[in-house]
């Protein structure tokens, strides 16, 4: 293997090695890439959720020359006098930059490729979580906008990485590709909640702010090193290996390696697909009851349960673990089925489907009805997560078998129905137990969730398909 360096006309690899494999495949290390910015991104989104926390006192601190009202929080960590509703706004801001830009993600790379976007979604978002600190400083105004602007950087970034990934796996890798991509926000999620807690109660860097200048400073070196080796597809990339390059082409179809085809989407076409409408329902389903059990359920614990804070840490912790290990082997699995001939590619999608929003739909309701059992919550909690892991191979990369010229614009359709459930479950919530906070009410919510993921799955059984669509 050596190094060369080659013209921009004949796109010569730096890397190559013809006649045997690399010891390390670069589609891995692309793969790598999806994974950090996943992870990265939900960093980012759980990061706040702890953060503000740390960041709302009741101690006044001496005022005199700021526009925000600085408080002394219990460490000796500057905070504010922000009351809840307050503290809603700031935290909902996000979702007013995130509801559609996953749409508008999809469409951008139809346009300019997945490697820009990803780019531009990760550094946007990175750069506001460095101006947090400094935003909050000086008004509430200025840090809700960073939270837009923070929310239109991370919702491109996840369909751009369901382009990438269709350009650079083998047909007999997408499963375990898009699973291992997706598992990023599960480890996100544990990371972040663990870390951010540290800083949050350390006076590193005056506390809460470490939390995110360490997040910021992670996407902005992630972004360095996917400006270097990162491209649209493997036919473009220059580190990339000869043999590498022929074997993801030659196990791809024609019209996936065709770039002239993404100029125009065939719209009509796609809003009126009985299966791209079957997965916007499906994955409605899915959003409702993940969103719901990530962000309520641990009010469920405190309130009605009666859990300690590390107790419901623990019921956190271990239901993302559960989540991450299936989603994992849920990918390697669902490849295996499909290229050993064992099942079909619809078989095997509407299997995993039922899986993740049937059986963790019968285990969300148990929920409501084990109230003094604190093994069967937990056994419960993990299993619901547990089953959620198979979801991503088997209904998120349907995408690519239906459409791998457009996977990104429909993922970015999809994200964009479903991010609308982040708004709509809190206020059925509330509605429900605003008056009275009781296990009565909260067994109504399960059942409802149930209801909306049990919909869902009903659409995919019925109108999903397994095969590449005509207007591809």
Known sequence: M??????NEEKE???????SPPRLPIRYIILFFCFMANTINNGMRINWSIAILAMVSKKKLD??????????????????DWDMETQQIILGAFYYGYTFTPFLGGWLVGKVGGFRVLFTGVLLSSVMMLLTAISARISVAL???TRVIDGTGQGVVYPATYSIIAKWSKLNERSTFISVSSSGYSIGA????????????????????????????????LCFGWFIIGSNDAANNRWISNYEKKLILSSRTEDTQSENNLDKVPWKSILTSAPVWSLCVCNVGFDYGYYFLSADVPIFFKTILGFQIKTTGLLTLLPQSAMFITMILGGVLADKLIFSGTLRIITMRKIFGFLGLGVSSVLLVSLGYFRNDITIVAILMVGVFAMYGFFIP???????????NHSALLIGIMFSISSLTGFIGPAVLGALTNSTNTIIQWREV???????????LVAFLIFGSGNEQDWN
Request: hydrophobic residues 45%; negative net charge; proline residues 3%.
């Open 2 to 7: 050596v190094f060369n360096k080659a013209s």
């Open 13 to 19: 690899p730096l890397l190559q090695n013809v006649d």
């Open 63 to 80: 005022q005199s020359n700021l526009s925000a009202e600085v408080l002394l929080g219990d460490n000796g960590t500057e905070s504010y």
């Open 143 to 145: 840090l809700i906008l």
């Open 190 to 221: 544990i990371v972040s909640s663990y870390v951010s807690a540290w800083l949050c109660s350390s006076c590193f860097l005056g506390g809460w702010p470490s939390t995110f200048y360490g997040v910021g400073i992670s996407g902005i070196i």
């Open 394 to 404: 088997g209904i998120d990369a349907n995408t690519i078998d239906i459409a791998p």
């Open 446 to 456: 399960f059942w409802i969730v149930a209801g909306v993921q049990a919909f869902g």
